[in-house]
């Protein structure tokens, strides 16, 4: 009976939203929000450590979603949200640059591509926001690199020739100047798109690494990162996404904005959904 | 105006007063004198609540009026934290007439887990840190990321639950606003007393 209600209430839901997409924009351009995928449980292994850190991190089952936020998708929590619109924004929370490729503050722009772009210029406040807004979280550090571990074919990517080439080819190229749009890339292994190859993204911990720009030499840890014999602290010297990676999060501070630096977000997963031991 | 507000805080009685040097409460603690709204990039916009050895629930903006020592540390770090209470504490003492009542110190902890108000408190008696012009705060994981991160701190817990962290002292101004950061484990006292002189509205 329940199940009968349900798929009536989906057909009717299916059938508004294809007179409202047919009225307004083609789904093409919207594109579709982004789902939240479930990415087991794993052992991060961190690339720098210090002599007393752990060589492991486990990381538990989670959610994380299968694409980065869309223009699209902050548009709806800008709209929701008026005190994260561009001429509001506390500078605090957000530099200058912030949404500085939309047009005002409810217009992303344009073309055809601009709604299921990428959204960049976000600071790491206003990516928080928007998490909290969809009930969501930023995913940690340690989850978004064991998420991006994996491969096209199985869970690690270091095996395989094809994946490893891919992404060095991103990390090795400047930013285009028109984002490609969300889920243009291949899906790893968990069904996930676009960890590597569109933008970079804030996590909920990026302040946690010890790389730092601004203060180095007053902890031991970043040492490891400069000079000839720096990777010798490093898990995996092949890994260079993941020095990059390392590196770009630990310049980064909380209000900056970037054209090549947007987000995703991730979610606990259900725990009455957890077998029971 | 210096007059009314030093009047103010006089006036303060000395309710739930500790054992301890002094009978006032600390910075964080004492009756919130609400001023105009704060600024675009005032550290006062958060909203997140603390908790005190004193008090719980404590607005950051509860500071504002006084410039800021803020460092950021925990009760069991054994190597850097030690050396940054002192330098504050040296900080404190050299202050001259002008400026003593005028600066508060704030000391913000990262772990969330093991230092609760008690331990704060444990930690004000050891390291002999007055009420008058020191707070010891903690909060909720996310709250003291945010915070964190707004000071440009960066911290991770290792294996044995230390805190690798980075070393940074930040002076807020009268509003809440980073006025200036030293990092690394010396406080440049020329430079900070030069910088502290202009936040406080000169005597009459």
């Known amino acids: 009976m329940h199940f009968v209600l349900f798929s009536r209430m989906n057909w009717i839901t299916s059938l508004l939203i294809w007179v409202l997409a047919t009225a307004q924009a083609s789904p093409d351009q919207a594109g579709n929000p982004p789902l939240l995928v479930t990415i087991p449980a794993g052992i991060y292994r961190p690339l720098f450590r210090g002599r007393d850190d752990l060589p492991e991190v486990e990381v538990g089952r989670f959610l994380l979603e299968d694409a980065p936020v869309s223009n699209d998708d902050f548009l709806k929590f800008v709209r929701a949200r008026p005190q994260w619109r561009r001429s509001a924004v506390r500078r605090l929370f957000a530099d200058s640059g912030y949404l500085r490729h939309w047009i005002d503050d409810l217009n992303p722009g344009n073309e055809p591509d601009t709604l299921r772009q990428p959204v960049v210029n976000v600071s790491w406040f206003a990516a928080k926001a928007y998490a909290a807004w969809r009930g969501r979280r930023l995913p940690t550090t340690a989850e978004w690199e064991w998420a991006a571990s994996a491969g096209f074919l199985g869970p690690k990517g270091t095996n395989e020739v094809e994946f490893k080439q891919s992404i060095a080819g991103w990390y090795g190229t400047p930013s285009p100047t028109v984002l490609p749009v969300v889920r243009s890339g291949r899906p790893n292994f968990y069904g996930v798109h676009d960890l590597h190859g569109l933008v970079w993204e804030w996590t909920a911990d990026f302040n946690s690494s010890l790389v730092t720009g601004d203060a180095r030499g007053d902890t031991g840890i970043e040492r490891q990162l400069f000079c000839g014999a720096g990777s010798q602290g490093a898990q995996d010297r092949d890994n260079f996404p993941a020095f990059m990676r390392a590196g770009f999060r630990s310049s980064l501070k909380a209000s900056y904005t970037l054209h090549n630096l947007g987000f995703r977000c991730a979610a606990d997963f259900p725990s009455k959904a957890a077998p029971s031991p | ?204």
């Open chain 2, 1 to 204: 105006m210096l007059a009314l507000f030093s009047l103010t805080l006089g006036s303060e009685p000395a309710a739930g007063s500790e054992p301890g040097d002094t009978n006032s409460l600390p910075p964080c603690c004492r009756k919130f004198l609400p001023g105009g709204p704060v600024t675009d990039t005032s550290l006062y916009l958060l909203e997140s609540r603390w908790i005190s050895d004193v008090q719980t629930n404590i607005r950051l903006e509860v500071l504002r009026g006084r410039p800021q020592i803020v460092a950021m540390f925990f009760t069991q770090c054994e190597y850097a934290c030690p050396i940054l209470v002192n330098e504050l504490r040296r900080l404190e003492s050299s202050l001259p007439v002008a400026l003593k009542d005028q600066v508060d110190f704030l000391l913000v902890s990262f772990d969330t887990e093991r230092d609760d108000a008690l331990t704060l408190a444990k930690f004000r008696q050891t390291q002999h840190l007055g009420n008058t012009h020191w707070t010891l705060l903690t909060g909720q994981p996310d709250d003291v990321r945010e915070l964190a991160a707004l000071l440009g701190v960066n911290y991770q817990k290792d294996g044995r639950g230390q805190f690798s962290h980075s070393n940074l002292i930040t002076v807020l101004n009268r509003e809440g606003e980073v006025a200036r950061q030293f990092g690394g484990l010396r406080i440049p006292l020329d430079d900070v007393l030069k910088l502290l002189e202009t936040m406080v509205p000169a005597p009459r």
